[in-house]
């Protein structure tokens, strides 16, 4: 059985089942896809709740707004108070005040519970929180928590660490979730994010811990200096230990939408021993390999998704990677973007994608200039 740890009253699996990547019935085009394929994905449920996994996270615009119907069905089959279940108020989808009251809701109804064990702020950073300030947006889901609607309250990060600071010294958080792996510890500032919610007494999620799947496949230079070091273990495995190893994580989402993912991660996190110094340097070691690549940071979370034109961004992304990453021949990357309906070329550059991208990348930019000097 999966490792627990304990957070305030409760234990928490390490490992939390995220819902933002489950198996789709025709995923060629995942960013534009959000047909779910219930029965692959309610076995990946069962594997992990029966397994000892007992968190599941999922928020109102993963995969275009089914991913909390499935999860709230998917788990219905269980006693309501065998599991926690976690999920999100997007501030950057409510144009009016009276928007947070509806989406609650509406969040509640599709998950078909009477309450959220774990709440959040969906992807705080400046702009986000600024907006949740003028809304009284902590103010409202304290009174949730009042009505017995949310027990723990917490936020998701994808700012600075200035508008980190912030935010931790305005409430006495639960929680707080952000992205780290060993590619991020230095990448994205997450080795300052992580010490500031530490300093402050805030347990932490973790989310992109294989950032959405670059460090279970990574480019043979680092493939390399894994197998040297211990040949025995996945590359998923080395990034999931590496998040591990920091002892104020409570658990760690990972978008696993296969069983052989799940079962790898199960075995990571069971008898779970943290990384030595000389592991922890190996994992320093990839990442600077890694940034010797000129790839583009996105981890295909397609938040960037409603593009009103509908270019296919992160299919594009993942597309222009493969080739700078050596993994894909100029002629095969070619053909794989012949194929995308919804090319570069298409962009107007109006920058809504950029406004919701939690990794920060100017899209329009490298769309209009790079992506399409490369493609056509």
């Known amino acids: 059985m999966i490792d ?34 219930y029965v692959k994905g309610q076995e990946l449920v069962d594997l992990a709740y029966e397994n000892g996994v007992n968190y ?9 707004g089914k991913s909390e119907k499935f999860i709230g069905k998917a788990l219905k089959k269980y006693p309501r108070d065998s599991y926690y279940l976690a ?11 009276s928007d947070m009251e509806k989406i609650f809701n ?6 078909d519970v009477d309450y959220f064990d774990f709440y959040l702020l ?15 947006a ?17 936020f998701s990060f994808h700012g600075t660490v200035d508008d980190l600071k912030e935010i931790v010294a305005s409430h006495n958080w639960d929680f707080a979730q952000i992205q780290l792996n060993y590619l991020d510890w230095k990448n994205q500032r997450a080795d300052e994010q992580y010490q500031i919610l530490t300093d402050a007494g805030i347990p932490v999620v973790v989310m992109e811990p294989v950032r959405g799947g670059k460090l279970a496949n990574p480019i043979p ?29 409570f658990t760690i989402l990972s978008g696993m939408n296969a069983p052989e993912q799940m079962l790898d991660n199960i075995n990571t996190l069971t008898d779970f021993k943290p990384m030595s110094e000389t592991e922890l340097k190996v994992c320093a070691n990839a990442a600077a390999l890694l940034n010797k690549k000129d790839v583009i940071p996105c981890t295909g979370c397609d938040y960037c998704a409603d593009c009103p034109k509908g270019v296919k961004i992160s299919s594009i992304f ?14 095969e990357v070619a053909a794989e973007y012949a194929a995308i309906d919804g090319k570069a070329s298409e962009c107007i550059a109006c920058g809504k994608c950029a406004s919701h991208c939690p990794q920060q990348i100017d899209i329009p930019n490298l769309m209009q200039k790079t992506m399409k000097d490369f493609f056509e």
């Not at 999920?87 to 005040?97: A, G, N, R, T, V």
């Not at 990034?239 to 002892?247: D, L, P, Q």
């Not at 993942?318 to 894909?328: F, I, Q, R």
């Open 122 to 136: 969906h992807s705080l950073d400046g702009k986000n929180w600024a907006k949740c300030k003028k809304f009284g």
């Open 56 to 64: 599941f996270d999922t928020a109102y615009m993963y995969h275009a």
């Open 138 to 154: 902590v103010e409202f889901i304290e009174q949730k928590r009042r009505e017995g609607k949310v027990k723990y309250f917490g």
């Open 4 to 37: 627990r740890v304990k957070f305030k009253d409760i234990e928490v699996s390490r490992l939390g089942l995220g819902n933002m990547r489950l198996p789709v019935k025709t995923p060629i085009k995942r960013e534009a896809n959000p047909m779910i394929d």
């Open 87 to 97: 999920d999100k108020l997007p501030i950057f989808m409510c144009p009016k005040q």
């Open 318 to 331: 993942a597309s222009y990677n493969k080739y700078k990453n050596g993994e894909a021949t100029g002629d």
């Open 106 to 111: 509406k969040q509640l109804s599709r998950c």
């Open 221 to 249: 230079e680092v493939k390399e200096l894994f197998d040297n070091n211990n040949p025995d273990i996945t590359y998923a495995s080395w990034a999931m230990r590496f998040v591990a190893s920091h002892e104020n994580v």
